[in-house]
């Protein structure tokens, strides 16, 4: 059974309506031609559906963002990419398996894509720990990345966690050095590299792999410093003020793009990226073709001026004197 | 004016500190001992009785490292933004002028031009006290624009951190400090600049997972709090209590994640020895500066 968020309820109501219709019309033909009753009602579902998710808040895209049937990094590798082989390992004895990465071909080109990944039933969501990482799994992904510029290959990374993993393990194994260092290495590669943040950006544990020439956004997707629930803890002293923290934390996609720092939103299928898969695949390489074709144009020291250059610039303060 | 009486004009942070001929005490929050409020300034701001390191306003910091008379803060004048129109339970605006007014920092971190024994450092030294030591685009600029002063002149960089973290009040804005300050030390290292990573209590969050973490060298006050995750977080998530001194300094040298615990008293001393190994320069012996009298007050004057 589809997990159905409270927003969707009259979406699918309608959609159930139209199914019925179409049953109907098969079974008796008595009941005459409804392809007028269900033309009326199928455009009526388009635009419930356009002014349902054009006017998500930032709580609701996180809903959307954490949706249980929502495309995972893996999905989309099947879905945009061909012969990709999946690479294991920190080489300093953590498999990392919260994040997932490989060569694939792109087209005729190889790239170099590099995800979190969540798990979809129960077994995996544990051993992917939830998309949330160990250190390794950042090492693994910092790894995978010298490859690709060692072998002039562009890096594609899907960003889709709820943060690096809060646990004692990972803090004995220096979290905090495994996120630091790939911000550090990240800045001077000196291939492409396209950071796209398709589900939830959760802090540093998304950062850690989304130091792009270029950050894009899936529409619904969220980026944020801090999640709805820690914040509306730490800042409201009460865990349920979840709405309110995610409007405040301007975390959606138009949201980042008014703060300069994101470069595109792509578009999603209407409803959603849960609801069409492959869809929401084609929309998201399409995109990617187009701006991975600039980038390549570009020459490595170009490519490391231009990162620089992007996040130096990122932030907003007052200069008057006192 | 007395020695004491200087340094609450030069810092503007007199309100809070009481005059010395008016005996004021502390507690130590370690040992509950009660302290002198002047015992514990000429201790270097270390409980007597149990070696507690308290912590320190920036400008008491920059006197324990540099040399007197040669410190001279930059980029004062800038302040926070609302660039989000951040509110809670108050505006994020208010939570600002509320810090400002009480008269320290002009934000969570003071940074300057300074000199160390022989050494000429560029010191960013956090202020705890200013919003929780929270980095948000003025931090992450003054950082950034300090490492570039490095690169500019041939410096080696200090960041003295204490921290909760990013400031989430400037959203995403806090978080891509992370990366901007990360970025800018990637040009320092491609100078061969030294950049040592000093870290007090307590650095968590964005400022450990970035900068205080990138250090050549990373050294750490006794005992204090440093980790990724704050430790309510790690208890919530594994439903467990944490053991004691789970991330403290001599937990994090114990597993390989940082170079010296260092006592505060020793601190300039470490750092110019440090930056005479890496400089391969000859190793001048420095006095441990006195924590604070009217001869050894570092601040120049403010910068233009
Ligand atoms: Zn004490």
Known sequence: MAQILDFEKDIFAVENQIKELHSLSNMYDSVGDLTHEITKLKKKLRHMKRDVFNGLDGWQKTQV?????????????????????????????????????????????????????????????????????????????????????????????????????????????????????????????????????????????????????????????????????????????????????????????????????????????????????????????????????????????????????????????????? | MSWLERIISKTGMGKKIPKTTEASWIECKKCKEQILEVDLIENFHICPKCDHHFRMKPLDRIRLLVNPDSFEEHDQNLTSADPIKFKDKKKYKDRVKTALKAGGSTDAIVCGTGKMGDHEVELCVFDFFFLGGSMGSVVGEKITRGIERAIRNDRAVIIVSCSGGARMQEGILSLMQMAKTSAALQLLAEKQLPYISVLADPTTGGVSASFAFLGDIIIAEPKALIGFAGPRVIEQTIRQKLPEGFQRSEFLLEHGLIDQVVHRKELRNHLNNLLSHMKNTPISKLTTAKPATAEADPVKSDAE
């Not at chain 1, 990465?101 to 792109?106: E, P």
């Not at chain 1, 002039?152 to 004692?168: E, H, K, Q, R, S």
Request: aromatic share 6%.
């Open chain 1, 65 to 322: 963002a954490r949706h249980p049937e929502r495309p995972y990094t893996l999905d989309y590798i099947n879905n945009m990419f061909t012969d990709f082989e999946e690479l294991h390992g920190d080489r300093h004895g953590g498999a990392g398996v919260s994040i997932s990465g490989g060569f694939a071909k792109f087209d005729d080109q190889t790239v170099m894509v590099i995800g979190h990944q969540k798990g979809r039933d129960t077994a995996e969501k544990i051993r992917r720990n939830f998309g949330m990482s160990q250190p390794a799994g950042y090492r693994k992904a910092l790894r995978l990345m010298r490859l690709a510029e060692k072998f002039n290959i562009p890096i594609i990374t899907l960003i889709d966690t709820p943060g690096a993993y809060p646990g004692m393990d990972a803090e004995e194994q220096g979290q905090s050095e495994a996120i630091a260092y790939n911000l550090f290495v990240m800045s001077s590669l000196k291939v492409p590299i396209i950071a796209v943040i398709i589900g939830e950006g959760g802090s540093g544990g998304a950062l850690a792999i989304g130091l792009g020439n270029r950050v894009m956004m899936l529409e619904h997707s969220v980026y944020s410093v801090i999640s709805p629930e820690g914040c509306a803890s730490i800042l409201w002293g009460d865990k349920d003020k979840v709405k309110q923290a995610a409007r405040a934390l301007n975390m959606t996609s138009k949201q980042l793009e008014k703060l300069d720092v994101i470069d595109q939103i792509v578009g999603e299928p209407l409803g959603g990226a849960h609801r069409h898969h492959k869809w929401a695949a084609i929309m998201l390489k399409k995109a990617l073709r187009s701006q991975l074709k600039e980038l390549m144009a570009l020459k490595p020291s170009e490519l490391v001026a231009q990162r620089q250059e992007k996040f130096r610039n990122i932030g907003v303060f007052n200069t008057e004197k006192e």
